[in-house]
């Protein structure tokens, strides 16, 4: 029988810390709550290892340093509204929702969405909403959003998710070609313009719906 509490002890000594995840807020979350409840239980004993973990239907738990790298780069604040784009089992959503006010988590899983929302309930987090729509469109409702974290890799970033960020909001996400290694970048809306940079590589897996629009060619 697999220890939970130690393969996370390992995940954050072995494969966080040595990747420069310090935030001490963030490290306390990831540890605090347990990731194996966010996979199926086939594959509860692999939920720690430095992976994506499949969610069915092409949909993948994003890999523990990937996403822990990507939320301490948003510097998540306790008066923030945050949103999750594609968020999945919720896993993201459940981190978030321990380091900010309120989080919306818009999934397109409908069977996905719905999990997510009984397992954060079970773990008595109340401060996230679970909307089930287009993952390209976000959910402008709760607009606008001081963090936005989309939770896997895209070929660029919709214009409808990057007008709902706040000024001097943060977006954090992988954009990756349709094949290959993808770049994690961070974006930050100051006088109303959005503009990213790249942080590190990153081979995570891209989510559907999130194609680069086609490009008009002479």
């Not at 349709?178 to 503009?195: D, F, I, Y």
């Amino acid at each position: 029988m697999t220890d939970f509490v130690l393969a996370r002890r390992n995940m954050i000594d072995g494969q966080l810390r040595p990747n420069r995840v310090t935030n001490g807020q963030l490290l306390a979350a990831i540890s605090d709550l347990p990731r194996e409840r966010f996979v199926a239980a086939g594959l509860q004993s692999v939920a720690y290892a430095d992976d994506d973990v499949p969610l069915g239907n092409g949909r993948f738990l994003m890999e523990p340093m990937v996403l822990a790298r990507l939320l301490q780069t948003l510097q998540p604040l306790p008066e923030d509204k945050a949103l999750v784009v594609a968020s999945g089992a919720g896993y993201g959503a459940a981190l978030l929702a321990r380091l900010v006010k309120s989080v919306v988590a818009v999934e397109g899983d409908a069977g996905l969405a719905g999990s997510a929302e009984q397992t954060i309930r079970t773990l008595g987090i109340t401060n996230v909403q679970q909307v089930v729509g287009k993952m390209e469109e976000g959910s402008a409702p709760g607009a606008p959003y001081d963090v936005i974290l989309i939770e896997g890799a895209v070929q660029e970033v919709p214009a409808a998710i990057l007008d709902q960020l706040a000024e001097g909001g943060r977006l954090a996400t992988v954009i990756s070609a349709s094949t290959g290694m993808g770049v994690a970048h961070l974006v930050v809306k100051e006088g109303g313009v959005a503009s990213g940079r790249p942080l590190f590589d990153a081979g995570t897996p891209l989510l559907p719906g999130f194609a680069a629009p086609p490009r008009f060619a002479f």
